[in-house]
């Protein structure tokens, strides 16, 4: 980067969960299952799921309280919003227009969503860093959330045992003394495996015309096996490529923070980087898939649980539906949360 370009500090961060819990005993009151064949797949005991009238606004709306709480800044002086869904409640007013009209920001700014599934909040900060960098906005606010229930098929055993609901928020704003809290960051994508991934959206063409020969359901579809090799084939790598970007090597990277998408995933890069347990964070097993939010979701509740110390280095990374994938190597600083 050039001199020109103005670091990005990472001010605080946040999350929220719904208070619902499903086990996977409970799962086994729709389709025959057990505790014991999801948590050997999957690493998963249990999950969160939005009940009644809640919804991932809800969700989203207290998780960037807590961050915003958390980076000293007050709402009001917050110049972007990216909101980062894959299955929010609707798609418009977006979930960005949504957080901002809930925390009552009068000043207009520009509030927007993008979709890349679960590395939504890796391509947000992507994108964030874009801005800052160039001085465009000072201080952006990035909101993760998802309700997958709403949009899981719960006849479906192959991906209902995997997903679960939740938020997770950061605020990023320019940086005050001159350190970038991003050492490297890169995403990516291949289109023309899609179809491992997807959520075919309800729709009809118009009566005039003729119809189309299939409907969607919104409904989770997924080719579970195809996206287990494709992740562990590519994400490992990818952490490694983002490592070297950073000038970094493996053993100087204090904690890895990947998406909850599999333990067997996760235990997979891992073991690529030849890490303890000690530097992995993994919460999959009480809360399941929660899509672009694990990441914010699983590095707050590791430093509220002592399992992340700062002031630290860590890689996010991350995969999802497009097929999307990305990866960061961050500066985490002390008072985040």
């Keep these: ?57 809800d969700l989203g709306y207290k998780a960037s309280l807590n961050a915003i709480q958390h980076s000293g800044i007050k709402a009001e002086n917050i110049d972007c919003i990216i909101g980062a869904a894959s299955a929010p409640p609707q798609l418009y007013p977006t979930l960005a227009c949504l957080m901002q009209q809930k925390l009552g920001i009068t000043k207009k700014i520009p509030a927007f969503d993008l979709t890349a599934a679960c590395t939504g909040l890796i391509y947000a900060l992507q994108v964030a860093r874009g801005f800052i960098g160039t001085g465009i906005y000072k201080t952006i606010l990035i909101v993760a959330a998802d309700n997958n229930s709403k949009i899981t098929d719960w006849t479906d055993r192959g991906t209902s045992i995997l997903f679960g609901d939740g938020a997770g928020a950061m605020v990023v704003t320019a940086s005050d003394d001159g350190d970038n809290d991003i050492l490297s ?43 287990y090799k494709f992740a562990v084939t590519t994400v490992p790598k990818y952490v490694e490529h983002c490592i070297e970007l950073s000038g970094m090597k493996a053993e ?41 939010a694990s990441i914010p979701i699983a590095l707050t509740e590791g430093v509220e649980q002592g399992k992340i110390k700062l002031p630290s280095t860590a890689v996010l990374c991350g995969f999802g539906a497009g097929m999307t994938w990305g990866g960061a190597v961050v500066r985490l600083r002390e008072g985040i949360c």
């Excluded at 025959?32 to 606004?57: C, F, H, L």
């Excluded at 291949?190 to 119809?211: A, F, W």
């Excluded at 100087?252 to 909850?260: A, G, V």
């Design 1 to 57: 980067m050039s001199g020109n370009i103005i670091p990005l500090k990472i001010a605080g961060v946040g999350y929220c969960l719904p208070e619902t819990v499903i086990t996977n005993d409970d799962l086994t009151k729709l389709y025959e299952t057990s505790d014991e064949w999801i948590y050997t797949r999957t690493g998963i005991k249990e999950r969160r799921v939005v009940s009644g009238n809640e919804t991932a606004i």
């Design 185 to 227: 960051l890169d995403i990516s994508a291949d289109g023309s495996i899609g179809q491992l991934i997807q959520t075919n959206m309800p729709g009809e063409c118009c009566p005039l015309v003729k119809q189309a020969d299939t409907i969607g359901n919104g409904k989770i579809i997924m080719d579970g096996k195809e996206v």
């Design 252 to 292: 100087d990277i204090d904690y890895l923070i990947p998406h909850q998408a599999n333990q067997r995933i996760i235990e997979s890069i891992q073991n690529k980087l030849k890490y303890s347990d000690e530097k992995v964070i993994s919460n999959i097993k009480y809360y399941g898939n929660t899509s672009a």
